[in-house]
């Protein structure tokens, strides 16, 4: 059962977004705290516990609410910022930096959306020309819709306005939630996609990317807009043949114009998360390779043969058919890629 | 071999007959086939003493087991529960360390508390963290921990802490609680053979360090492969009489091998680079080639002039060799 406790604020109890939340998760043992932070994070939950069932936190988030994003997020040009609407994911890629991020792997989710996009309206203000919000930098944006039920709220917000855009990140095909509502120009839903069987091996309980791809088909028809991270490559020796496969169905399903953006990224991860990926996953392929320290502190693979890949999967997306400019190399800071690139 | 900790000697009571008077400053410690068994009475710091006090005697203790009772805060499996995480509170809040056991199926947790716990608040607030409650595994546990030994914790969960009152049928159950530990004991850890440390074998004729043992092992395990192929060994022990140089020469076919891309820019850039080693220019390129500064060295005595030193280091070929560190060449 997912979920079996679900931890609620007790000034929430009668939170809207709280109700209907329970309505779609009965059966389950509920806990009235003061704050989620009395519980969550409060002593060091290993992350091997999510093979037992997480528990669920409703909460309202204090601080702040909207960040700025790293820089090289998104496509470059617009200011960048991230909302926090839930923290953890019910995926596990054996790669997400989230493993331990928290000291705990159960999932808080936040109901105060007004809050939310109060902050949203105030971070538009500051700029003229449009702004990006992102969501999914500390979970999987539809994951769970059709259970937390969240979006429709920001719909009216960006419908209201243009200026501001939205990013639905995900690796799930539950679609379920989305198609209720209207596609709206500036609201873009990005698949992170990967070689199928690099997905198989290192991105457990996620949707398969066939699923991902019949998904992210199904919204471009219905005419969302839809965006793409091919990130991380993984280095398997068929992975150049895998990239061409995919971006053969990233083309029949979504078609070229439908689809804002492409970023591509070469697996890299901290040394700190290279020890929770070996201490959660023992053995794991992923740490079986070699990785560099590059100048920025992370490791990654050696510069050739990042480089090699990026540039190689690059190549097969303009082959075909995907224009350069909706091609954006991701993270990867810009004199390690474009210093010496003509 | 193994250090048995059990809290009352009733608990023990299945186990002494096996056991013989340890001579040991702290009473309560007997051996037993294959190991050391402790009674160590109640509370976390007897425990946590006990526990130590064995380890830092006898290193040859690798594990550590527990066997005790526990409070039932939260419905549970009947029987013997092994432990995944530990927690402690010395106050009303736990503390933020936890201590996961070496149980990797274990999936109940336990909180170790300081005082008895009578207050259903209390145990309502604790039960947020963990299903179990006792006094004494969190120290057990610390113990081993500390020393980087395996530890298990098992606990028997009994009473629920209502209205205030603690149920007291522990003692007069205690017998049969023993007895349950002692079967438990003997399906999981008396009779159950060492582990198998997946060793690989080294070929003949090498000499590894250890740092090389580890990349052997890792550059077989990601070609899936369970040793080198004798093709190879004997190519590398013909062409190479000393065994450190062997090794050396076999973990740089192996990286190659599983590193294609790498070990194709490490091509191209040898080509490109030998008329220049040839001439006896030192060519050194920055670590792992992350950034674009490569630095040449050369002898000018080894040059018929000047000129033509300084012409050579001209023509190096730094464009190209950035492009190769850039990753920019053809297919494999
Ligand atoms: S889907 Fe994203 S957030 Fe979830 S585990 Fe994978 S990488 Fe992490």
């Known amino acids: 059962m997912i979920f079996p406790r679900i931890f609620i604020e007790k000034n929430l109890e009668n939170h809207p977004a709280v109700l209907k939340i329970l309505q779609k998760l009965p059966g389950r043992e509920i806990r009235y705290i003061d704050s989620y932070t009395d519980v969550f994070g409060k002593v060091y939950k290993p992350f091997s516990h999510r093979k037992k069932n997480i528990d669920l936190f409703l909460a309202q988030k204090k601080g702040s609410l909207v960040r700025e994003a790293p820089p090289a997020y998104g496509i470059s040009g617009a200011p960048h910022y991230y909302f926090i609407h839930t923290y953890n994911c019910v995926f596990e890629c054996q790669y997400c930096y989230l493993q331990g991020y928290f000291h705990s792997p159960d999932m808080v989710v936040f109901v105060n959306h007004e809050e939310i996009l109060e902050e949203m309206q105030n971070t538009l203000a500051q700029h003229s020309g449009d702004v990006w919000f992102h969501a999914g930098e500390f979970s999987d944006s539809l994951a769970l819709s059709h259970i937390l039920d969240d979006w429709p709220v920001f719909w009216d917000f960006f419908r209201g306005n243009p200026r501001a855009r939205l990013e639905l990140r995900t690796k799930s095909a539950n679609i379920r939630a989305l198609k209720q509502l209207e596609p709206l120009p500036n609201v873009t839903v990005s698949f992170s996609l990967s070689a199928e069987r690099t997905a198989a091996q290192f991105e457990k309980k996620s949707s398969p990317v066939r699923a991902r791809l019949r998904a992210m088909g199904i919204l471009s028809r219905l005419g969302f807009r839809i965006g793409i991270h091919l990130d991380p490559i993984i280095y398997t020796p068929s992975v150049l043949q895998d990239y061409e496969w995919l971006a053969e169905r990233m083309r029949e399903e979504a078609g070229i114009n439908s689809i804002d953006y492409i970023s591509i990224g070469a697996i890299r991860f901290n040394s700190d998360l290279a020890h929770k990926i070996e201490k959660n996953y023992p053995g794991t392929r992923l740490l079986l390779t070699d990785y560099v320290r590059s100048v920025d502190g992370k490791l990654r693979y050696a510069r050739p043969k990042r480089m090699f890949l990026l540039q190689s999967v690059e190549e097969i997306l303009l082959r075909s058919g995907f224009p350069s400019h909706r091609i954006y190399i991701c993270m990867e800071s810009d004199d390690l890629v474009y210093s010496e690139k003509e | ?332």
């Not at chain 2, 023990?12 to 001579?23: C, D, G, Q, S, Y």
């Not at chain 2, 006990?50 to 203790?61: D, H, K, N, R, T």
């Not at chain 2, 933020?96 to 149980?103: A, E, G, N, V």
């Not at chain 2, 030998?274 to 950034?291: C, F, N, Q, S």
């Open chain 2, 1 to 332: 071999m193994q250090l048995l900790h059990f809290v009352h000697r009733a608990e023990a009571e299945f186990f002494l007959p096996r056991a013989e008077p340890l001579e040991f400053p702290l009473p309560g410690a007997y051996t037993i086939p294959g190991g050391i068994l402790i009674i160590s009475g109640e509370g976390a710091l007897p425990s946590l003493s006990y526990v130590s006090a064995m380890l830092g005697a006898y290193p040859q203790i690798d594990t550590v087991i527990h066997y005790g009772l526990a409070a039932r805060l939260a419905p549970l499996p009947h029987g013997v529960v092994s432990v995944r995480t530990l927690y402690q509170a010395n106050g009303s809040e736990p503390d933020f360390h936890s201590i996961t056991t070496s149980d990797a199926q274990a999936r109940e947790d336990l909180l170790s508390v300081a005082r008895r716990l009578l207050d259903p608040e209390q145990s309502t607030q604790f039960s947020h963290f963990a299903g179990m409650l006792d006094r004494e595994a969190y120290g057990a546990a610390f113990a081993a921990h500390l020393f980087r030994q395996k530890v298990f914790i098992y606990k028997i969960p009994v009473d629920s802490v209502e209205n205030g009152k603690v149920c007291t049928d522990i003692r007069n159950l205690s017998s049969t609680y023993s007895q349950m530990y002692l079967e438990h004991y003997e399906a999981n850890h008396q009779n159950a053979k060492k582990e198998e440390t997946a060793e690989i074998e080294l070929p003949e004729g090498f000499y590894f360090t250890v740092h090389q043992k580890h990349l052997y092992k890792k550059y077989l395990q990601y070609a899936e492969i369970d040793s080198a192929d004798p093709e190879l060994l004997d190519f590398v022990r013909q062409g190479i009489k000393h065994p450190k140089k062997r090794t050396a020469r076999l973990l740089e076919i192996l990286r190659k091998e599983n590193n294609p891309i790498e070990a194709r820019a490490e091509e191209l850039l040898d080509e490109l680079f030998a008329p220049y080693r040839h001439k006896g220019v030192d060519i050194k390129l920055p670590d792992a080639m992350e950034t674009n500064s490569i630095r040449l060295s050369l002898d000018i005595s080894r040059f018929p002039s000047m000129k033509e030193a300084a012409e050579t280091i001209a023509s190096f070929p730094r464009e190209q060799a950035v492009r190769i560190m850039n990753g920019s060449f053809s297919k494999l």
